[in-house]
């Protein structure tokens, strides 16, 4: 089972497809399934992946990350973003659907959201706000929203131009997370790159890193984020 309401830190490694061999040797503790970074597999291949970490003892958590949220999958394909998340959610040990996609009258996630729930499989609601750092005001709004979706824990990324701004969103985590809602918060950019583990010990919960190469600004290696996180 994925650990979404863990009061300790954990690693999760982002899968994407040219590293699954290098991933499968390493057992990580969990690990992240972006289906988005996987367009060229079919739905067959994409399961035999899921199936093999499921296998070795991983936790998968399903994300498909549209592009305006910093993934692969293009934005006007949503029924068919949907129709992926259907046939891979029974694979999943957790989910993470946008919020911001929840909260729209014309979006096909809520049924992902029916189908997660009847399957008791938790759901991460996300948003994402790649370009600037959102208030503490929007940050007040989103969390309320997450708290309407009775979501095992809102996941909210804003980039960050500053230290100071990584430093406000640290501060409005540890006043907000709580035990029924946990917040994983972090500040992309170099001025933020600190969060991705600093915050993860104080909070408690997933710590995403890519093997090698950053799927978003900011991230480090998966070794090194295991180093830091052992180095506390």
């Not at 979006?107 to 600037?132: E, N, Q, T, W, Y």
């Not at 979501?151 to 985590?173: D, P």
């Not at 969060?195 to 090698?212: D, I, M």
Request: aromatic share 8%.
């Amino acid at each position: 089972m994925f650990p979404a309401a863990a009061h300790k830190p954990f690693p999760v490694l982002i899968l994407a497809p040219e590293i699954v061999a290098e991933a499968m040797a390493l057992k990580p503790r969990a690990v992240e399934f972006r289906a988005d970074l996987f367009r060229d597999y079919s739905i067959g291949e994409m399961k035999k992946v899921m199936s093999r970490f499921a296998a070795r003892g991983s936790p998968t958590l399903l994300t498909i990350r549209r592009r305006h949220d910093g993934g692969a999958w293009r934005d006007v394909l949503e029924k068919d973003r949907r129709a992926l998340f259907t046939k891979l959610l029974p694979l999943a040990d957790a989910v993470d659907l946008e919020l911001d996609r929840l909260a729209s009258a014309r979006s096909r996630l809520p049924d992902v959201l029916k189908r997660a729930r009847a399957a008791k499989i938790p759901v991460f609601v996300s948003r994402h706000f790649m370009k600037r750092m959102p208030s503490i005001a929007e940050l007040d709004v989103w969390l309320a929203r997450a708290q309407e979706f009775s979501a095992a824990r809102f996941k909210i990324a804003g980039f960050a131009a500053k230290k100071s701004e990584a430093e406000r969103l640290a501060r409005w985590a540890l006043e907000s997370s709580s035990p029924s809602l946990p917040i994983t918060a972090v500040a992309m950019g170099k001025a933020g790159s600190w969060t991705r583990w600093k915050l993860p010990l104080l909070l408690g919960g997933p710590a995403y890193a890519p093997l090698r190469d950053a799927v978003a600004p900011g991230q480090i290696s998966y070794t090194d984020l295991l180093k830091k996180m052992r180095a506390r």
